[in-house]
């Protein structure tokens, strides 16, 4: 069980920074939007076609990945977050 905490540990680490790094690539892209916007024409275009096409499909698959890891980390450490606990259904039942 030692090493699911050790492993769990160092996968979390990961999985925080790699989120950090995608929603601030996500976030920079706003900035190409806002810089595009400004310039016009066919340079925006340009601009935000290179954003669509090139920069935003690896936002999106770094994302999904690391988010998986996120799950993995989860169940490692022992945490049952994406299951439902009986005992709180049959509380909540009991009280309607």
């Known amino acids: 069980m ?3 905490k050790k492993i769990s540990s160092v996968l979390r680490t990961i999985f925080g920074y790699g989120i950090m790094i995608c929603l601030f690539a ?3 892209t706003f900035f190409g939007y806002l ?3 400004c310039i016009g ?3 925006a275009a340009k601009i935000c076609e ?3 096409k090139t920069i935003i499909p690896y936002i999106i698959k770094g994302s999904t990945i690391l988010v ?3 799950l993995v980390t989860m169940y ?3 945490e049952m977050a994406l299951t439902p606990d009986k005992k709180k259904s049959s509380k ?4 309607m």
């Not at 909540?92 to 009280?95: F, L």
Request: one cysteine or more; hydrophobic letters at 40%; aromatic letters at 4%.
């Open 68 to 70: 998986l890891l996120g």
């Open 76 to 78: 490692l450490n022992g």
């Open 2 to 4: 030692k090493i699911c």
């Open 35 to 37: 810089a595009a916007l």
């Open 92 to 95: 909540h039942e009991g009280e």
């Open 26 to 28: 996500g976030g920079l």
């Open 50 to 52: 290179v954003i669509y």
């Open 41 to 43: 024409g066919e340079t």
